[in-house]
């Protein structure tokens, strides 16, 4: 057993408050486990909608029972970009060896802080790869927590939708973020991954510094008494500014839903998540499609649904849209990609379907089938509750973690 409390810095890119996307639940779980095993310096961006960009009180007193210190830096504000600062924008993609998402990241204002505190701790846990690639230097007492491949989910969205950059651009920062991704386990203490599958990007002599720490469902959300299902009603939940959750219902309403409504003719779609994009607000017909806007809480929206659709085309990681809405009892249809990484059986916890029309054909069976409706419903929420619970989640790795520290000499 360690005598003392490692020294502990925890740097993010966003400070994990609100808990109102995939995004900050993970931050903050991370942040949790790692509190229970050593004493955090937070160090992070504030992203809160409040005057000046500032950190709320709401965020520095929630920081502050978890960590021992809390240090928020605004986050630089996005001014219009001139023509001379997108041909530097341009000299970047082509000509650096960083990939643009690393270069562009606002690296000054957190490393001012981060500096001073990462000399004196025993252990540096690092939110995403783009931030630790500043603080390589530190690398030996450094694990970061990659969450998403970013060349992965590059290369999708790049296939699905090209942008207007060249191919050759395109492909360039594909390899370059691979090329980090690849070269990191050789940097880093440990890294943090979702899924095994993310875990196999690396050979098979490097995977022994590749933790996977699979994303969860809240516990209490086992909890919650069932509500009656609107018949027919499906439900699509997420941040809905985010490119490939916008995609998605985009692609869902274009191409699967009509052919759902020729059978189920009063078939409805909900979009509920927050800051919608305009083309989401767009596909509110008042009728077969509504949205719900920056909703306090999602769980009864998703709770009434007959069916949770994630038909997903891009991104990496894994979802926890998904995991979510089986723990509310809730049977989902996913394409491939939207349920990749996730401990779960086609057919038994969840449907998975990849063309508009099987995708189509699966929700209007589920739809027609209450039999294996339940079944699925009760089935998804058991394996979701033994495998992704938070809590489970948060032990696992806090042990891990503790381990790893007695093995370095920490806090003796």
Avoid at 312 to 334: F, H, Q
Avoid at 338 to 354: H, K, M, S, T, Y
Wanted: proline share 7%; aromatic share 8%.
């Amino acid at each position: 057993m360690l005598s003392r409390r490692p020294r502990i810095l925890f740097v993010s890119p966003i400070a994990p408050y609100p808990v109102d996307s995939g995004v900050k639940i993970r931050i903050r779980n991370m942040l949790d486990s790692v509190a229970q095993v050593g004493d955090v310096d937070f160090v992070g961006y504030s992203i809160d909608p409040t005057p000046d960009n500032l950190p709320s009180d709401e965020l520095l007193s929630d920081l502050a029972a978890r960590c021992r210190t809390v240090r928020i830096c605004r986050h630089p504000s996005w001014r219009g970009v001139g023509r001379r600062e997108r041909l530097k924008i341009l000299q970047r993609y082509f000509i650096s060896p960083t990939p643009v998402m690393y270069a562009d990241f606002p690296r000054e204002p957190l490393l001012t802080m981060v500096e001073p505190l990462a000399r004196e701790a025993d252990m540096i846990w690092v939110e995403r790869l783009y931030v630790a690639h500043w603080l390589r230097h530190h690398g030996s007492k450094t694990i970061v927590d990659v969450d998403d491949l970013d060349s992965v989910k590059l290369a999708r969205q790049i296939a699905l939708s090209p942008s207007s950059l060249s191919p050759r651009g395109e492909e360039a920062q594909v390899s370059k973020l691979a090329r980090e991704e690849r070269h990191a386990v050789s940097r880093f203490a440990r890294l943090v991954v979702c899924s095994d599958q993310d875990r196999a990007f690396w050979p098979s002599v490097a995977q022994d510094r590749v933790w996977v720490v699979p994303n969860g469902a809240d516990d209490r959300l086992f909890d919650f008494p069932r509500r009656p299902k609107v018949k027919n009603r499906l439900v699509f939940v997420g941040a809905m500014g985010y490119p490939p959750n916008v995609d998605a219902v985009k692609f869902f309403c274009a191409d699967i839903l009509p052919k759902v409504a020729l059978q189920v003719p009063d078939v409805t779609l909900w979009i509920v998540g927050k800051s919608p994009a305009e083309d989401v607000l767009k596909l509110d017909d008042g009728v077969r499609v509504r949205v719900a806007a920056d909703v306090p809480d999602v769980a009864p929206y998703v709770q009434e649904a007959a069916i949770s659709v994630v038909p997903l085309r891009v991104g990496g990681g894994t979802r926890l849209k998904i995991l979510e809405s089986l723990a509310l009892g809730t049977p989902v249809v996913s394409t491939t990609i939207g349920a990749e990484g996730l401990d779960l059986a086609d057919g038994r916890d969840l449907v998975i379907a990849d063309t508009s029309d099987d995708f189509a054909c699966e929700v209007i069976e589920l739809l027609r089938q209450e039999d294996r409706f339940s079944k699925m419903a009760d089935s998804g929420m058991q394996t979701v509750f033994e495998r992704y619970a938070w809590s489970k989640i948060r032990k696992t790795l806090s042990v891990d973690l503790q381990d790893w520290c007695e093995n370095r000499g920490l806090g003796l």
